[in-house]
C-alpha cells in the first residue's frame, strides 16, 4: 500500500545512519504545526470568546474532566501529557484523511527531492502509537514505583483472592499488565490502517467499473462511491474515537499507579 510507505523526501547519510528526511518526518511537523496554530489562535482570553477559543477550551475542559473523573485531585498533573496525546493523535488521524498533498518548494533546485507529498498517516506506523504507548507505561511504572515502592506488586493481587489461587491470579494479573502498551499501540495502528485500506479497496473498485465494459461497469463504481463516502464519515468519526480511547486508556492506567487499591 502506498500510502503507508515511508519515502525519503530528502536522502541524508551521516556516518554511515540514514537521517533522511521523509514523508512522515513532514507530516508529522504539519501536525505539529496545525497544533501549534489551533492552540495560539484559541488561547486570546477574550472577555466574549469567539468559536476558536471555544473550541479550544472546550476541549482543555473535556480532557480536564476526564482525569478528574478517573484519577481524582491528584491527576492534574497528568494533564500536559494525556492533552498531548490526545490533540497529536486527533490531529494526526484527521490529517491523513485531508484530500490534498504538500508540494515541495525545494524540489527545482535539490537533486532527489520530491516535488509532492501525499497525505500521510503519522499514526498509521506501529513505531509512532508504540512510542506513544512506551511513554505513558513508562509513566505509570514511574510513578507506581516512586510512590509505593515494591507494594505497587500489590496491583496484581485483587482484593479477596483466594490464598492458593494468589500465585495463578497474580501471574495473570501481571501478564495483563504488561501487554497494556502493545494494546494501547496495536488498537490505535490497526484502526488507522484498517479504514485506509477498506478506501482504497473501494477506490479501486471505482476506476475497475469506470474502465469495464458493459452497464453494470458504471453501476458499480457508483456503488463503490457511495460506499467509500459513507465509510469516510465513519473514519471521521473513528479518528476522534480513537484519540479518546488512548487519552481514556492512558488516565485509567495512570489511576492505577497513582491510587494504589
Known amino acids: 500500500m502506498h500510502q503507508f510507505q515511508i519515502d525519503p523526501i530528502v536522502d541524508l547519510h551521516v556516518g554511515g545512519y540514514n537521517l533522511a528526511f521523509t514523508n512522515s518526518s513532514l507530516w508529522m511537523m504539519i501536525v505539529l504545526g496545525a497544533i501549534l496554530a489551533f492552540m495560539v489562535g484559541g488561547m486570546k482570553r477574550e472577555l466574549v470568546p469567539g468559536r476558536w477559543q471555544l473550541m479550544v477550551e472546550g476541549i482543555t475542559r473535556f480532557i480536564s474532566s476526564m482525569i478528574d ?62 512510542v506513544l ?93 457511495l460506499f467509500i463516502a459513507g465509510v469516510s464519515a465513519l473514519e471521521l468519526l473513528v479518528c476522534a474515537i480513537q484519540a479518546y480511547v488512548f487519552a481514556l486508556l492512558t488516565s485509567l492506567y495512570i489511576n492505577d499507579a497513582e491510587n494504589l487499591h
Open 69 to 130: 473523573t478517573n484519577i481524582g485531585p491528584e491527576g492534574r498533573k497528568y494533564l500536559p501529557w494525556v492533552f498531548t496525546v490526545f490533540i497529536f493523535i486527533l490531529f494526526a488521524n484527521l490529517m491523513g484523511m485531508m484530500p490534498f498533498g504538500v508540494l515541495s518548494p525545494l524540489a527545482p533546485y535539490v537533486p532527489g527531492v520530491s516535488a509532492l507529498s501525499h497525505p500521510f498517516t503519522v499514526t498509521s506506523q506501529f513505531t509512532i502509537t508504540g
Open 133 to 225: 504507548a512506551i511513554v505513558s507505561f513508562s509513566i505509570v511504572l514511574i510513578v507506581g514505583f516512586w510512590k509505593h515502592g515494591f507494594h505497587f506488586f500489590s496491583l496484581f493481587v485483587p482484593h479477596g483472592t483466594p490464598a492458593v489461587l494468589l500465585p495463578l491470579i497474580f501471574l495473570i494479573e501481571l501478564l495483563s499488565f504488561l501487554v497494556r502498551p502493545f494494546s494501547l499501540a496495536l488498537r490505535l495502528f490497526v484502526a488507522m490502517i484498517a479504514g485506509h485500506i477498506l478506501v482504497k479497496v473501494f477506490a479501486s473498485f471505482v476506476v475497475s467499473g469506470l474502465t469495464a465494459d458493459g452497464a453494470m461497469g458504471p453501476a458499480i463504481a457508483l456503488l463503490s462511491f
